[in-house]
């Protein structure tokens, strides 16, 4: 089973400064499978980025993922105050399917 | 409009049994790899169980192996997770999915919860 570790757990920004989310695989993640979603408080999961890097349907381009092999990374550019969320990696290279634990951005 | 309604949680003792249903709408089901993903309270995400668009194949976390069978009917545009021998540490929100890899769709959610 890939164990996917996420860093920061929380992380404290303000509107319009740049966040940078980690996701760290425990074995390489073959053809980029990886995936980012965010939740917002009592909403079901929105899915923000596939293939590491490709924006899902509607995501605004403030959203870029990156990296490949064990180590992801989600951007957001300028942080909108809907942004204020949690966000979770998950891979697809092999089953189970699994996720990460889950950063949240929070408000400074 | 893509919908995903899943439907079927509720109040259950240990080893009891339940059955969730998704229901689909707004896109062609039959050509979608079908997953249950669910979150315990307070907790993160969980996979749980995909099953392949001719319901050929399916696949499950280790935890749910035996437990757990996943299904669905194409004619209905419907899915389905039968659960039995249920734990506390089932409880969750259940949420249906579209696709077997990522997931692309989310139903609303359906909350299971075991306990006596």
């Known amino acids: 089973e890939i164990v996917l570790t996420q860093s920061p757990g929380t992380l404290s920004l303000s509107p319009g400064e740049r966040a940078t989310l980690s996701c760290r695989a425990s074995q390489s993640v073959s053809s980029s499978s990886l995936a980012w979603y965010q939740q917002k408080p009592g909403q079901v999961p929105r899915l923000l980025i596939y293939g590491a890097s490709s924006r899902a349907t509607g995501i605004p381009d403030r959203f870029s993922g990156s990296g490949s092999g064990t180590d992801f990374t989600l951007t957001i550019s300028r942080l909108e105050p809907e942004d204020f969320a949690v966000y979770y990696c998950q891979q697809y290279s092999s089953s189970p399917r699994t996720f990460g634990q889950g950063t949240k951005v929070e408000i400074k | ?116």
């Open chain 2, 1 to 116: 409009e893509v919908q995903l309604v899943d439907s079927g949680g509720g109040l259950v003792q240990p080893g009891g049994s339940l059955r969730l249903s998704c229901a689909a709408s707004g896109f062609t089901f039959s050509n979608y790899w079908m997953s249950w993903v669910r979150q315990a309270p307070g907790k993160g995400l969980e996979w749980v169980a995909n099953i392949k668009q001719d319901g050929s194949e399916s696949y499950c976390v280790d935890s749910v192996k035996g437990r757990f069978t996943l299904s669905r009917d194409n004619a209905k545009n419907s899915l389905y997770l039968q659960m039995n021998s249920l734990r506390a540490e089932d409880t969750a929100v259940y949420y249906c999915t579209s696709g077997g890899s990522y997931f692309g769709y989310w139903g609303q959610g359906t909350l299971v919860t075991v306990s006596s």
